[in-house]
């Protein structure tokens, strides 16, 4: 057959290496399926796992019991994390990296009574929408940490020792009153977690809690007032 009859009788087929390449896309495909279901499956795992452990405990809580508020077999949840204190550990580094998000913000750059403010509104919010989370890592440290103190001793100290930094650059600078830094996060730390962590006694109380949205931005405007009226110069 000639050249130019043989391209036209090719002209409307796919190369092999063509017909090759197509497989591989739906492959790739699949496996990004495949790794959000994984993912979608882990967190089920994470969330079913922390809304027990913050009202029972390590050990008041079962494997069979998270697998049941998963809707995932006992089997298929030891697929994911090889025992239980492997998922509480899990949980709880989720847990710090959900409460520390808030701090990684401060800067020296930045207006600290803005900063501060934001700050209190940030871990109010979290207060708010993850009062279990907030459960969760006060009973661990009312218990000393046996699982997480590692990583108290690694990552809390190091972001805290480089956020007090920035709170005395604040201070040298002439914008916050003389305070003690780790004092000062410490009792950030203390009034927003409490809505969280005593939200029966809030409601009790108060009669609202923080999922009240009126109530939420008084919480709000009543914490920033009397940190930012104790620590900004006049």
């Not at 509480?88 to 990684?104: F, G, T």
């Given at each position: 057959?000639?050249?130019?009859?043989?391209?036209?009788?090719?002209?409307?087929?796919?190369?092999?290496?063509?017909?090759?390449?197509?497989?591989?896309?739906?492959?790739?495909?699949?496996?990004?399926?495949r790794?959000?279901?994984?993912?979608?499956?882990?967190?089920?795992?994470?969330?079913?796992?922390?809304?027990?452990?913050?009202?029972?405990?390590?050990?008041?809580?079962?494997?069979?019991?998270v697998?049941?508020?998963?809707?995932?077999?006992k089997?298929?949840?030891?697929?994911?994390?090889?025992?239980?204190?492997?998922?509480?550990?899990n949980?709880?580094?989720?847990?710090?990296?959900?409460?520390?998000?808030?701090?990684?913000?401060?800067?020296?750059?930045?207006?600290p009574?803005?900063?501060?403010?934001?700050?209190?509104?940030?871990?109010?919010?979290?207060?708010?929408?993850?009062?279990?989370?907030?459960?969760?890592?006060?009973l661990?440290?009312?218990?000393?940490?046996?699982?997480?103190?590692?990583?108290?001793?690694?990552e809390?100290?190091?972001?805290?020792e480089?956020?007090?930094?920035?709170?005395?650059?604040?201070?040298?600078?002439?914008?916050?009153?003389?305070?003690?830094?780790?004092?000062?996060?410490?009792?950030?730390?203390?009034?927003t977690?409490?809505?969280?962590?005593?939200?029966?006694?809030?409601?009790?109380?108060?009669?609202?809690?923080?999922?009240?949205?009126?109530?939420?931005?008084?919480?709000?405007?009543?914490?920033?007032?009397?940190?930012?009226?104790?620590?900004?110069?006049r």
């Amino acid at each position: 057959m000639p050249k130019t009859k043989a391209l036209a009788a090719n002209a409307g087929k796919e190369s092999p290496a063509r017909k090759r390449a197509k497989p591989a896309v739906r492959s790739a495909s699949a496996v990004n399926r495949r790794l959000r279901q994984i993912e979608d499956k882990r967190s089920a795992i994470l969330g079913a796992a922390l809304g027990l452990f913050s009202r029972f405990g390590l050990h008041g809580t079962s494997i069979d019991q998270v697998a049941a508020r998963a809707d995932v077999s006992k089997s298929n949840l030891l697929y994911y994390f090889a025992n239980k204190e492997e998922l509480y550990v899990n949980v709880l580094r989720d847990l710090l990296a959900l409460w520390l998000e808030p701090l990684r913000g401060f800067s020296a750059e930045q207006d600290p009574a803005q900063a501060i403010g934001d700050y209190i509104r940030r871990k109010l919010v979290v207060s708010r929408d993850r009062p279990d989370a907030s459960r969760l890592f006060c009973l661990e440290m009312i218990q000393g940490a046996p699982l997480l103190r590692d990583e108290l001793d690694r990552e809390l100290r190091t972001l805290v020792e480089k956020k007090s930094e920035v709170i005395r650059a604040w201070i040298d600078a002439g914008k916050l009153a003389p305070v003690d830094p780790h004092h000062l996060i410490f009792a950030l730390w203390a009034m927003t977690q409490h809505y969280a962590d005593f939200g029966v006694q809030v409601q009790a109380l108060a009669g609202h809690t923080l999922e009240d949205e009126g109530f939420f931005e008084q919480t709000v405007e009543n914490v920033q007032r009397i940190v930012l009226q104790g620590i900004v110069p006049r």
